[in-house]
């Protein structure tokens, strides 16, 4: 290729690379104009944030700061239970005489559910009745024969024992008869009956089960952060899963001993009330608690910028430009949330930072200073 279209081809490059630098760094521009280059032809579209005139400072684009509040609620999924359970086993062996209770049946403490064959306990109550007669009426006569002198005081002590014993036996005879009839522990509702009469039975069968289901309680879990906002009466609202729009209150009843250490997570129990008795042992529930959470100062995403030092936004004291450090503490869609020294209603810089420096005086344009309202503004 000859000389001259080489350099032709190198003048053209450099145009157009001087071109692509004055519209990408807006300080290009005046760079040029310092070195005799004429920039019309290189400047960057116009949007709402201008470059500034030569006879006043740079307009920018402002977004107030509003205030966001997090882990002001903490969900959990949490498993069902009665307020008191028990499955129903007898005390021994035997044969099921009769079914005293129907399965769903409502029932008080002490009603009968099942009785066991009796024939057995009976005689031997039988049995023990006459040996404590017998054993009174024979401490009766050695009274009397002690006042006659007919017998030492060692034997009228042998037959008080006697007697004493035979009351103990009276006593077994009388709860092992009872125990032949399996009773309620408390007041609740009869779950299914598992056996029919006639069926032998040991102390591993299960009859059936008592709930007293007047409340549910819900085991759920809550992170570790929340174990000092957590309390024995503190709120709580929860939905079954299978009926998500009946919404129930409660209050948390008690509180585990330590956090699980795989989990980072404290398990806590709440109780709900269950009057109208809509509710089951067993259910899932999705368990809601809300505390006063922490309040953080929300900028637009566009707002973030970074240097060595870590992020900051651009906002105005006194008209000027300053950097003001922040925090991210949480991304949002719409928002950043950050631990910064900037009050509700300050206008950061959102379109425009290209063009400002520290201490450099700006204004915003109408629009940002009309959504501020009585923001703090730079001049």
Same mark, same amino acid.
């Not at 089951?280 to 922490?294: D, H, K, L």
């Given at each position: 290729?000859?000389?001259?279209?080489?350099?032709?081809?190198?003048?053209?490059?450099?145009?157009?690379?001087?071109?692509?630098?004055?519209?990408?760094?807006?300080?290009?521009? !005046?760079?040029?104009?310092?070195?005799?280059?004429?920039?019309?032809?290189?400047? *960057?579209?116009?949007?709402?944030? #201008?470059?500034?005139?030569?006879? &006043?400072?740079?307009?920018?684009?402002?977004?107030?700061?509003?205030?966001?509040?997090?882990?002001?609620?903490?969900?959990?999924?949490?498993?069902?239970?009665?307020?008191? !359970?028990?499955?129903?086993?007898?005390?021994?062996?035997?044969?099921?005489?009769?079914?005293?209770?129907? #399965? &769903?049946?409502?029932?008080?403490?002490?009603?009968?559910?099942?009785?066991?064959?009796?024939?057995?306990?009976?005689?031997?109550?039988?049995?023990?009745?006459?040996?404590?007669?017998?054993?009174?009426?024979?401490?009766?006569?050695?009274?009397? $024969?002690?006042?006659?002198?007919?017998?030492?005081? @060692?034997?009228?002590?042998? !037959?008080?024992?006697?007697?004493?014993?035979?009351?103990?036996?009276?006593?077994?005879?009388?709860?092992? $008869?009872? /125990?032949?009839?399996?009773?309620?522990?408390?007041?609740?509702?009869?779950?299914?009956?598992?056996?029919?009469?006639?069926? /032998?039975?040991?102390?591993?069968?299960?009859?059936?089960? @008592?709930?007293?289901? !007047? /409340?549910?309680?819900?085991?759920?879990?809550?992170?570790?952060?929340?174990?000092?906002?957590?309390?024995?009466? +503190? *709120?709580?609202?929860?939905?079954?899963?299978?009926?998500? &729009?009946?919404?129930?209150?409660?209050?948390?009843?008690? $509180?585990?001993?330590?956090?699980?250490?795989?989990?980072?997570? $404290?398990?806590?129990?709440?109780?709900?009330?269950?009057?109208?008795?809509?509710?089951?042992?067993?259910?899932?529930? +999705?368990?809601?608690?809300?505390?006063?959470?922490?309040?953080?100062?929300?900028?637009?995403?566009?707002?973030?910028?970074?240097?060595?030092?870590?992020?900051?936004?651009?906002? &105005?004291?006194?008209?000027?430009? @300053?950097?003001?450090?922040?925090?991210?503490?949480?991304?949002?869609?719409?928002?950043?949330?950050?631990?910064?020294?900037?009050?509700?209603?300050?206008?950061?810089?959102?379109?425009?930072?290209?063009?400002?420096?520290?201490?450099?005086?700006?204004?915003?344009?109408?629009?940002?200073?009309?959504?501020?309202? +009585?923001?703090?503004?730079?001049?």
């Amino acid at each position: 290729m000859k000389l001259w279209k080489q350099a032709l081809i190198s003048i053209v490059v450099l145009a157009a690379a001087v071109a692509l630098w004055a519209r990408t760094f807006p300080i290009a521009a !005046s760079f040029l104009e310092r070195a005799g280059i004429a920039t019309a032809s290189v400047e *960057p579209p116009a949007d709402r944030a #201008s470059q500034p005139s030569r006879g &006043g400072p740079p307009v920018v684009i402002g977004t107030p700061v509003r205030q966001a509040t997090i882990n002001d609620r903490v969900s959990a999924i949490g498993d069902g239970r009665a307020a008191r !359970s028990v499955t129903v086993a007898p005390y021994d062996s035997g044969r099921v005489a009769r079914i005293d209770a129907a #399965s &769903g049946q409502f029932v008080t403490a002490g009603t009968p559910l099942v009785s066991l064959d009796q024939e057995a306990e009976e005689i031997a109550l039988d049995r023990a009745r006459l040996t404590l007669e017998d054993s009174r009426a024979t401490l009766a006569r050695n009274q009397e $024969l002690l006042r006659a002198k007919a017998i030492t005081a @060692v034997q009228l002590r042998e !037959s008080q024992l006697a007697v004493d014993q035979a009351g103990l036996e009276l006593r077994d005879a009388e709860v092992a $008869l009872d /125990h032949r009839v399996i009773r309620a522990p408390f007041d609740g509702w009869v779950g299914i009956i598992d056996v029919d009469v006639g069926d /032998h039975v040991d102390a591993t069968t299960e009859l059936a089960t @008592v709930d007293d289901r !007047s /409340h549910i309680l819900v085991d759920f879990r809550v992170p570790e952060r929340f174990v000092g906002q957590v309390r024995p009466g +503190s *709120p709580v609202s929860a939905r079954p899963l299978a009926r998500p &729009g009946l919404e129930l209150t409660g209050e948390v009843q008690t $509180l585990d001993s330590r956090v699980a250490s795989d989990t980072r997570t $404290l398990r806590v129990r709440a109780s709900l009330d269950n009057a109208a008795d809509l509710l089951r042992a067993g259910m899932a529930f +999705s368990v809601t608690m809300r505390f006063p959470g922490e309040s953080f100062a929300a900028v637009d995403p566009l707002a973030i910028q970074w240097n060595a030092a870590g992020a900051y936004v651009w906002t &105005g004291v006194d008209g000027k430009a @300053v950097q003001v450090p922040v925090r991210i503490v949480q991304r949002d869609d719409d928002a950043v949330l950050v631990d910064a020294d900037l009050a509700p209603g300050t206008l950061v810089v959102t379109e425009g930072v290209q063009m400002l420096r520290a201490g450099q005086p700006f204004r915003y344009d109408a629009a940002s200073t009309a959504s501020a309202g +009585s923001a703090p503004q730079p001049g």
